[in-house]
Every structure is written in C-alpha cells, then in structure tokens.
C-alpha cells in the first residue's frame, strides 16, 4: 500500500516568511511532484522530479523552489511567501503513470 | 492553456441512478487517462483509467469510455451511492510527459 506523507496538514504563514513544505514516500517511487489545487482551477504543477537532485518546473514555479537530496523525500520551497500563495498543496509520487498524492497541506499566507 | 477540461463544475444526482461525468482534452498526443476522486482534506485518490488503445475500462460500478476522435472521456458511476459524493478530477498524459488535470466536478448524490 503506497504511503504518502506531508509534514503539515495547516500551515499559517506571514508575507515574505520562508515556507517549507515536505513529502515522504515509502514506495521507492522514482517520481515525485508538487501540484497546488485551487478552486476553479483543478491541480497545477508547480515542479516535479524523476530522480534524486533532479527537478523540473511545472507549469507554475515562479515563487518556488524544490529539494530533491534522497528519494524518498521531496521538498517545496516558498522563499518569501505571498497571499497569492495561500492554497493546497498536494505532493505524489509515481513509478508509472498512476500518482499516488498525500493529504495536502492547506497553507494559509497572512 | 488548459489542455484538460471539465465544463461542468457540479453535478447531483439521486442515489441508485448513474452518474456521468464528462472531459474534453485537446492534446492528441495524450495516451493514458485517469479519474481520481477527492474527499474534502484529503489528497486525491485514484480511480480508474484508460490507455488510448482501448476505448472502455470497467472495474465494478465504475466504467470509462474513451471516445479518440472527438477528444472526450467519461465517467460512468451505477448506481450511484451516497459514499460516492466527493469531486472527480480526470487526468491526462503523453509518454514521458507529465500529466495534466482537469478543473474537478463536484458529484452530489443524494439519498
């Protein structure tokens, strides 16, 4: 059973605060991605990752970065949070084309 | 540029009748489908799919159709069930290329 966790299920954050989302797979997944889901607006891509210390933008990485230094974690990274950023935040992993998400993290920026 | 999309937002239905969800997508180079469903604060799961070779899948109560010359998906649910409200996001991807979502449909269904 494919197990996905995200450190955070609520997160509020101040403008210009440094954010740090993490994503934990158990299933050796050789991808990973970092969508945000916003009403209207189904799941975008922010960055996403085929292999360690590999990463590619998504459709929507301006105010982002990611870490990718082990396999089974992924990280995203908010250098100075926004309000436009407050949203969830939904991280997957796959080994083909099935994704497997977490929970979410609903961010919330003040 | 939405290459995925689901026109309608909502979606209510009586329990016990089918529930037909719809997708368009416009990129012909699109091979594999997939319908996730998702809970309120909770991450998607995944439903069912489809690979462009064929034109049906079926697992239980769920069904996809796949329809290559017009560029549309469906999603058959019968019956409906409570249990089934929630909204279904459908999915698209081209080999080695990552996926893309549509808007979601909030399906309703009522007792």
């Known amino acids: 059973d494919v197990k996905v966790t995200q450190s955070s299920r609520y997160l509020v954050k101040r403008t210009g605060e440094k954010v740090f989302l993490e994503c934990v797979q158990d299933m050796d997944h050789e991808n990973m991605f970092w969508y945000r889901q916003d009403p209207g607006l189904g799941l975008r891509l922010i960055y996403f990752s085929y292999d360690v210390k590999m990463k590619e933008k998504g459709d929507i990485p301006e105010g982002y970065s990611v870490s990718r230094e082990k396999k089974e974690r992924f990280s995203l990274i908010l250098e100075s949070a926004s309000t436009n950023q407050t949203s969830m935040y939904l991280c997957?992993?796959?080994?083909?084309?099935?994704?497997?998400f977490g929970p979410g993290t609903r961010l919330l920026v003040l | 540029d939405q290459q995925v999309k689901q026109n309608s937002p909502s979606l209510s239905v009586q329990e016990g009748r089918i529930s037909i969800l719809n997708c368009d997508y416009t990129n012909s180079m699109f091979d594999y489908f997939l319908w996730y469903k998702k809970y309120p604060a909770e991450g998607p799961t995944f439903l069912i799919s489809i690979s462009s070779i064929k034109d049906k899948n079926e697992d239980g109560r769920f069904t996809v159709f796949l329809n290559k010359s017009a560029k549309h998906l469906s999603l058959h649910i019968v019956p409906s069930q409570p249990g089934d409200s929630a909204v279904y996001f459908c999915?698209?991807?081209?080999?080695?290329?990552?996926?893309?979502f549509g808007a979601g449909t909030r399906l309703t269904v009522k007792p």
């Open positions: 997957a992993s796959s080994l083909s084309e099935t994704q497997y």
């Open positions: 999915a698209a991807s081209a080999r080695d290329n990552d996926m893309r």
